[in-house]
Nanobody
Framework: VQLQASGGGMVQPGGSLRLSCVASGFSFSTYSIGWFRQSPGKEREGVALISSSKGITYYKDPAKGRFTISRDNAKNSVYLQMNDLTPEDTGVYYC???????????????WGHGTLVTVSS
């Protein structure tokens, strides 16, 4: 079982990044996938989630209006398009897989290793 997050990097404020999360080893299409981030000095927080069956999306307040989560079950992939980035978006971004969309992080079944996003001028 593997979740591989990629697409992080350094970007200037106002810039964009697209993160990818590619899964293998489990029935990807039946899992809800969430993006989380851990910023320096802060606890891990949820960013966005997409449900398994209908692809319903949920966003935490910092992501609303700027980030878009999507999935391609044929490619076992979930994406996070991040626009209008600010320094507060800096952190390590993780993708995780849960059997239901309302699961708290501690009940997620699988996690990727994370990809670093740095927003700085």
């Amino acid at each position: 079982v593997q979740l591989q997050a990629s697409g992080g990097g350094m970007v200037q404020p106002g810039g964009s990044l697209r993160l990818s999360c590619v899964a293998s080893g489990f029935s990807f299409s039946t899992y809800s996938i969430g993006w989380f981030r851990q910023s320096p000095g802060k606890e891990r927080e949820g960013v966005a989630l997409i449900s398994s069956s209908k692809g319903i999306t949920y966003y935490k307040d910092p992501a609303k209006g700027r980030f878009t989560i999507s999935r391609d079950n044929a490619k076992n992939s979930v994406y996070l398009q991040m626009n209008d980035l600010t320094p507060e978006d800096t952190g390590v971004y993780y993708c995780g897989a849960a059997q239901y969309s309302g699961a708290p992080p501690e009940l997620y079944d699988y996690w990727g290793h994370g990809t670093l996003v740095t927003v700085s001028s």
